[in-house]
């Protein structure tokens, strides 16, 4: 595993690469029920990282989505857009500090 990680950490090209193909891989996955995205997308921001331009603008676009299911005049998509919203919320607060440690491991310890 250290290997692994020295490799990812000298080569940023291959972790963009492969960062992009799991991107690629979890939002095939969300529009078709028969693979799971969650996974792919999870890899995708640890490779990628979560300060990432494409990342951060697809997360934006995400709650933009959101925010418009919430307020949306049919009552039925209106309760689906509060019900994801609660799951998007309760999902980030767990993911966020595990992949924050994941991050700090794969880059290494701060030279400041």
């Known amino acids: 595993m250290l290997?692994?990680?020295r490799f990812l950490r000298s080569n940023p090209s291959v972790r963009r690469i492969l960062g992009?193909?799991?991107?690629?891989?979890?939002?095939?996955?969300?529009?078709?029920p028969i693979i799971p995205g969650?996974?792919?997308?999870l890899m995708a921001i640890i490779f990628?990282?979560?300060r990432d331009r494409l990342l951060r603008r697809l997360h934006l676009i995400a709650r933009l989505v959101l925010r418009w299911l919430r307020k949306a005049p049919?009552?039925?998509?209106?309760?689906?857009?509060q019900w994801l919203s609660n799951q998007y919320v309760e999902l980030r607060r767990t993911v966020v500090p595990h992949l924050i440690a994941f991050e700090r491991n794969l880059d290494g310890p701060n030279p400041l």
């Open 3 to 5: 290997a692994v990680i």
């Open 20 to 32: 992009l193909t799991f991107l690629i891989i979890g939002i095939i996955g969300s529009l078709f």
């Open 38 to 41: 969650w996974p792919g997308l």
């Open 48 to 50: 990628l990282g979560r």
């Open 74 to 81: 049919v009552p039925h998509v209106r309760g689906a857009g």
